[in-house]
């Protein structure tokens, strides 16, 4: 009864003849063995989540955008000792930080298949379901952004008025804190399913995410209005974010292949993610901000150039890495590979 | 299984309403709230006759999802879906390549048939990452989509490991089998395992099925089929990875991933901690820079 289409170990002795099982026997070497890529007819074994890669990377985007940037804004406002280098980081931020509650939040019910039930998100609170979180952090962002920019919008119409600037120094506490978890907890959003691409490193992803927001922060809020010396220490805040993310997407990569699926690295997604983001929109304002440091003067139109390359390429990145899980779901040789007993954790395995 | 004593009851072919307690007649079953249950399918007995599907359909007043021919032995229906939430698999043993055997072993099976359905994991991933508390445990311990809650997030979707839960884009909503809890509220067993002639699809109080399944193992094992195992038993393939166990388990004769099911699935919200704890840090780290050098005062005379 040897069957070729299944190998021919893997058709005598599926698994142990005593029903002993992946993840209970330990990873035998027969066990490993007996896998010989097999798969029902090649169909799908998971399905992908049903996001628009755009409108979920977006938003993403944004939140990590809008979150930096008033993480970053904070510490600009309480660390600079002259107001005149504070005033306009933190007004953009202010502003920037009013991004991710609009148009962020805008693209999140739109991606709901029943929009007009989105505040059912906000019947439960559960840890552990990142979407709960992140509705939870997004709401109280919102609140606290929402203050930092009306006390903004006063400031710039009635500039001697002195109540809005102590609304936004305390608003920008709270909205730093919840900031640093927009910018972050979108990774847990992904790395929490069964998508074998986003699950399979979660914590170089999140690393990757955090960098890449930090870095999106600093290149937009280096803008001709601020003041050159700090729009310099903004340059070097995205060099380093930039070098943390080079470094992460490098250790994601190293994980997927380490877990057996590094066929999934070469789909059309993963093309994307690769050279846009990770080389137009990493490597390439990196090798910029570098080289403007090595001339010797510093170019403010290279730094410039590298913010410009590294916001898109983070947008380019957000976007293409949903896509490239999407499409690890669709491929079964991907996912029944990943979910073979060496790349369960090491306590449960 | 011998006949119920209460079949007695009833010898009429006309009923006025439902039989007290069905369950009991038709699967020697007590449906009662706070205990668990479940399927145990034998995939070593089903003949393929896709009764589970169609029975699921009536009842569940689920549309056909295509009528096309997949080319893929006897298999139409493909995959679970969210109007099709039992799928009965064939897969095709004998040939190479997709070309069938011009000759058979005597008394054997060319086929290995499967009905799929939701594992209704104890640990269940798509209860965990739903963020609306639409997807719930029931008091049979099984896990249900709430329809009126649900708002097509589709976050369940990617979180399931088995591919089951599915987005109907008509009505914007998840959908995957209940284990029938209407019928279990009514007393009756889900509508596939009472269609199903051969018991291959058995359903009960999960320790009692643990048992029968067990015992079919030794059966099996005696008479010389020694591949058979079960799938989603407790520490079994299937309930790996913090899942626990799966209320609807499985006794296979081929690897998993033959039947289209992870060998080693995982529990999705234990990836949550070490993401976020990672991210914050990174966050952290690189905050911890920006004061620096916001606080530094190089560069400001250039």
């Avoid at chain 1, 074998?196 to 803008?223: C, D, E, K, M, N």
């Avoid at chain 2, 987005?167 to 509220?185: A, I, M, P, Q, S």
């Avoid at chain 2, 081929?254 to 039947?259: F, K, L, N, Q």
Wanted: one cysteine or more.
């Amino acid at each position: 009864m040897t069957s070729d289409r299944f190998g021919g170990d893997a058709a005598r002795h599926p698994l142990a003849p005593t029903g002993q099982v992946p993840g209970t026997a330990g990873r035998s070497g027969a066990m490993r063995r007996d896998w010989a890529g097999e798969t029902d007819y090649g169909r799908a074994q998971l399905k992908p989540a049903p996001f628009s890669p755009s409108v979920v990377g977006g938003y993403v985007f944004l939140a990590g955008l809008s979150g930096s940037s008033a993480l970053i804004g904070a510490l600009a406002d309480l660390t600079q000792k002259r107001p005149g280098e504070r005033r306009d980081v933190t007004r953009r931020a202010h502003y920037l930080a009013l991004l991710a509650p609009t148009i962020g939040s805008a693209l999140l019910v739109y991606d709901l298949h029943t929009p007009q039930r989105f505040y059912n998100m906000m019947r439960v609170a559960k840890k552990t379901s990142p979407m709960s979180i992140g509705t939870w952090l997004l709401l109280g962002f919102s609140a606290a952004a929402g203050a930092g920019g009306v006390a903004q919008i006063a400031t710039d119409l009635e500039p001697h008025w002195r109540w809005p600037h102590r609304i936004a120094k305390v608003a920008q506490v709270p909205a730093a804190l919840f900031g640093a978890g927009i910018s972050t907890y979108t990774a847990a959003l992904v790395s929490a399913t069964s998508t074998p691409v986003w699950a399979a490193a979660p914590r170089a992803t999140a690393v990757r995410f955090a960098s890449s927001s930090i870095a999106t922060a600093a290149a937009v809020l280096a803008g001709s209005s601020v003041s050159s010396p700090m729009r310099r220490k903004l340059a070097d805040l995205l060099l380093a974010a930039l070098g943390v993310e080079i470094a992460a997407t490098y250790v994601v990569a190293k994980q997927l292949d380490g877990a057996g699926i590094g066929k999934a690295r070469f789909g059309r997604w993963a093309w994307i993610e690769r050279i846009v983001a990770g080389g137009f929109g990493t490597l390439l304002p990196a090798a910029l901000l570098v080289g403007s440091r090595l001339l010797g003067r510093r170019s403010a139109k290279l730094d410039r150039t590298a913010g410009y390359l590294a916001t898109a390429g983070s947008l380019a990145f957000r976007i293409a890495f949903l896509g490239h899980g999407m499409e690890s779901a669709s491929r079964p040789e991907i996912s029944l590979r990943f979910a073979q007993p060496d790349n369960l954790p090491t306590a449960k395995r | 299984m011998g006949l119920h004593e209460r079949i007695h009851h009833y010898p009429q072919s006309d009923l006025d309403g439902v039989i007290p307690n069905e369950s009991e007649l038709t699967g020697g079953v007590t449906i009662e709230p706070g205990r668990s249950y479940g399927f145990f399918t034998d995939t070593t007995v089903c003949i393929g006759c896709k009764a589970c599907e169609v029975a699921c359909k009536e009842w569940n007043n689920l549309p056909a999802d295509s009528i096309g021919l997949t080319g893929q032995s006897f298999d139409n229906t493909g995959m679970l879906s969210a109007n099709t939430w039992r799928h009965v698999a064939f897969v095709e043993r004998e040939g190479d390549r997709g070309v069938r055997a011009a000759e058979q072993a005597p008394f054997q099976s060319g086929w290995l048939m499967m009905s799929d359905v939701c594992k209704h994991c104890h640990n269940a991933p798509c209860l965990e990452a739903c963020p609306t508390g639409a997807i719930f445990k029931t008091e049979f311990d099984t896990v249900v989509v709430q329809q009126d809650i649900c708002n097509g997030c589709g976050y369940c979707v990617p979180a399931c490991p088995f591919g089951v839960v599915a987005l109907n884009e008509v009505d914007g909503k998840v959908h995957k089998c209940t284990l029938c809890y209407d019928r279990l509220k009514g007393g009756l067993e889900p509508a596939c395992a009472k269609a199903c002639p051969t018991e291959s699809i058995q359903f009960g109080e999960l320790s009692d099925l643990h048992e029968k399944a067990r015992e079919r193992i030794g059966v099996l094992h005696e008479r010389g089929v020694e591949q058979a195992y079960l799938y989603g038993t407790p520490d079994g393939p299937g309930a790996t990875g913090d899942l626990g166990h799966l209320n609807a388990f499985f006794l296979l004769t081929e690897r998993p991933e033959v039947y289209n099911l992870p060998a080693a699935p995982t529990r999705a919200s234990n990836r949550v901690r070490p993401s976020l704890t990672t991210g914050v840090a990174t966050i952290g780290a690189l905050a911890l820079l920006a004061i620096g050098l916001f606080s530094s005062d190089r560069g400001e005379g250039r």
